[in-house]
């Protein structure tokens, strides 16, 4: 610790964290998690809170329902310990939305799985030393590094989540009247609203703003990745008159958001949720037997686009909203040309509506 480098007010500060809670080897992992997803709440950030969150209670389960875990009971084979229980089936308890108890069972986690939930808790832990850790003035509060011997293995690259432009189809065209329940109904519907629109995300679905559509236009910035980016993850979309229907029955009366989605969910995660519950039997009904879930119309719009209706790998990337790390000084210098986009969508929809392959 270099004392020059404080003020009277900090070093107080700092002696403070050494005989309180929060601090040192009473650092609790779980408390700062709750509160640095808090934090991600209050910019915006929901969905990386909530990942986020999910990670932080798979370590409560692990530890019995301890809600306290000292950042130094973080170790390499605690890390260890806590895969082999993600690989493993396990009982876990949750309250649902009306205060009860669950218990449900869960299937072991794949590789991808596995790699996701312990990705997280390095981006917490980093985000703690962050937090306590002051390299310039020598404070260091946590001193360990579980992660120097605890190697993250990138899993193998996942299965690719498409549909055949057939198995679409079928979704579009399904009878209304073969569907016995609501939520099948609706699930249905914001599938081909999602797909229609360029495999627009469900977050953004939900957040969309009546003033994010004019002139025949949704332009919106991607909630995902808007904080991480200098274009603010803007993009603009043209609505075919395809989805114009979907857009009209989705409508909210009033208020800011453009759908009534809020009205139906409390937030964009029940409402991804609840969707892909109705997807699954929305699956059953068209004789499709992948694992249904809303990613599917994004992978499947790309897929088609590219090896259907010969887009171009560029195209895509923009229609996605996507940055290529090899491009990124060039995009600072190319103003974005959302025609392009709007050429892809057309002739995606053109080829699995019309049947047209001129392109």
């Given at each position: 610790?270099?004392i020059e480098?404080?003020t009277a007010?900090?070093?107080a500060e700092y002696f403070e964290k050494q005989?309180?809670?929060?601090?040192?080897?009473?650092?609790d992992?779980i408390a700062?998690?709750?509160k640095h997803?808090e934090?991600?709440?209050?910019e915006g950030r929901i969905?990386t809170?909530?990942?986020?969150?999910?990670?932080t209670?798979?370590?409560?389960?692990f530890?019995?329902?301890?809600?306290?875990?000292?950042i130094?009971?973080?170790?390499?084979k605690?890390?260890?310990q806590f895969?082999?229980?993600?690989?493993?089936?396990r009982?876990?308890?949750?309250?649902n939305?009306?205060?009860?108890?669950?218990?449900t069972?869960?299937?072991?986690l794949?590789?991808?799985?596995v790699?996701?939930?312990m990705?997280n808790?390095r981006i917490?832990?980093?985000a703690?030393?962050?937090e306590?850790?002051d390299?310039?003035?020598?404070?260091v509060?946590i001193a360990?590094y579980?992660?120097r011997?605890y190697?993250?293995?990138?899993?193998?690259e996942?299965?690719?989540?498409n549909l055949k432009?057939?198995?679409i189809?079928?979704?579009?065209?399904i009878?209304?009247?073969?569907l016995e329940f609501?939520?099948t109904?609706f699930?249905?519907?914001?599938?081909?609203?999602?797909?229609?629109?360029v495999?627009i995300n469900?977050?953004?679905l939900y957040?969309?703003?009546?003033s994010?559509?004019?002139?025949?236009?949704l332009?919106?910035?991607r909630r995902?990745?808007?904080?991480?980016?200098?274009d603010?993850?803007f993009?603009?979309?043209?609505?075919?008159?395809?989805?114009v229907p979907?857009?009209e029955?989705?409508?909210?009366k009033?208020g800011?958001y453009?759908?009534?989605?809020?009205?139906?969910?409390?937030?964009s995660?029940t409402f991804g949720?609840?969707?892909n519950?109705?997807l699954?039997?929305l699956?059953?009904?068209?004789?499709?037997?992948e694992?249904?879930?809303?990613y599917?119309?994004?992978?499947?719009?790309?897929?088609i686009?590219r090896?259907?209706c010969?887009?171009s790998k560029d195209?895509?990337?923009?229609?996605l909203n996507?940055?290529?790390?090899g491009l990124?000084?060039?995009?600072v210098?190319i103003?974005?040309?959302?025609?392009?986009?709007?050429?892809?969508?057309?002739?995606v929809?053109n080829?699995?509506?019309?049947g047209n392959?001129e392109?």
């Amino acid at each position: 610790m270099r004392i020059e480098l404080y003020t009277a007010k900090e070093l107080a500060e700092y002696f403070e964290k050494q005989t309180t809670p929060g601090s040192d080897s009473s650092i609790d992992f779980i408390a700062f998690s709750r509160k640095h997803c808090e934090r991600l709440r209050n910019e915006g950030r929901i969905s990386t809170a909530q990942t986020l969150e999910t990670a932080t209670n798979a370590i409560i389960d692990f530890c019995n329902g301890r809600e306290r875990i000292a950042i130094t009971e973080i170790t390499s084979k605690f890390l260890r310990q806590f895969e082999k229980h993600l690989r493993s089936e396990r009982t876990i308890k949750r309250k649902n939305q009306f205060g009860k108890m669950v218990t449900t069972k869960k299937k072991p986690l794949s590789d991808v799985g596995v790699f996701d939930y312990m990705t997280n808790i390095r981006i917490l832990f980093n985000a703690a030393i962050n937090e306590y850790n002051d390299d310039e003035k020598d404070e260091v509060l946590i001193a360990h590094y579980p992660f120097r011997k605890y190697k993250l293995q990138k899993p193998p690259e996942p299965d690719k989540r498409n549909l055949k432009p057939d198995q679409i189809k079928a979704i579009s065209q399904i009878n209304e009247n073969e569907l016995e329940f609501e939520r099948t109904k609706f699930a249905r519907d914001v599938f081909m609203l999602s797909f229609y629109l360029v495999g627009i995300n469900m977050a953004d679905l939900y957040d969309m703003q009546v003033s994010d559509f004019r002139e025949g236009r949704l332009s919106y910035k991607r909630r995902k990745t808007k904080g991480r980016r200098r274009d603010q993850a803007f993009i603009s979309i043209k609505v075919e008159p395809e989805v114009v229907p979907l857009i009209e029955k989705y409508r909210a009366k009033s208020g800011d958001y453009l759908f009534d989605f809020s009205k139906r969910y409390c937030d964009s995660h029940t409402f991804g949720n609840n969707v892909n519950k109705g997807l699954k039997k929305l699956a059953a009904k068209c004789g499709i037997e992948e694992n249904l879930t809303t990613y599917y119309a994004r992978h499947s719009w790309a897929t088609i686009a590219r090896n259907n209706c010969g887009v171009s790998k560029d195209d895509i990337n923009l229609s996605l909203n996507h940055v290529d790390e090899g491009l990124k000084m060039a995009d600072v210098y190319i103003a974005k040309d959302w025609s392009l986009i709007d050429e892809a969508n057309r002739k995606v929809l053109n080829f699995l509506i019309y049947g047209n392959r001129e392109f």
